[in-house]
């Protein structure tokens, strides 16, 4: 009897890759997340790096949860996998609402999903836990 435990850890990986790579490549569900303001740009940290400022990276706290630092939510079992985040303005910028923030020009902060996965990455993992199944290890 297969542990499904270790296909799920794999899972797990699998997903918070994938969320990286949103931050990353900068881009939501439906493509590129809306660009910094000018006045955004202008409030961030000036830090040692080079290029401009990352959009939802500005401390670098949502992204280091996601890896797995303070804030992250990782977990899997037999029968689940799931990876997320407790950082409090995370759900601001992947489902805006009228209770949230807001930019006092533009009203809400701009959607900036960040926790999905696109249907080749679904296709995917049916591929790790099938190749797993039928591997007989």
Not at 33 to 57: C, E, H, M
Not at 93 to 111: E, M
């Amino acid at each position: 009897v297969k542990d499904a435990k270790i296909v799920m850890k794999s899972i797990m990986n699998f997903m918070r890759s994938k969320v990286i790579d949103h931050f990353r490549n900068e881009e939501g569900s439906t493509g590129k997340w809306q660009s910094l303001s000018p006045v955004t740009i202008a409030l961030r940290r000036k830090g040692k790096g080079t290029g401009g400022p990352k959009i939802l990276q500005d401390t670098g706290d949502l992204l280091n949860s996601i890896q797995g630092g303070s804030g992250g939510v990782s977990e899997y079992s037999e029968k689940h996998a799931k990876i997320g985040t407790t950082i409090f303005y995370a759900k601001y910028h992947q489902q805006p609402d009228n209770n949230g923030p807001t930019n006092s020009k533009k009203g809400l902060l701009p959607k900036r999903d960040f926790m999905f996965l696109k249907t080749k990455d679904i296709e995917e993992m049916k591929q790790i836990i099938s190749i797993y199944f039928l591997s007989g290890k």
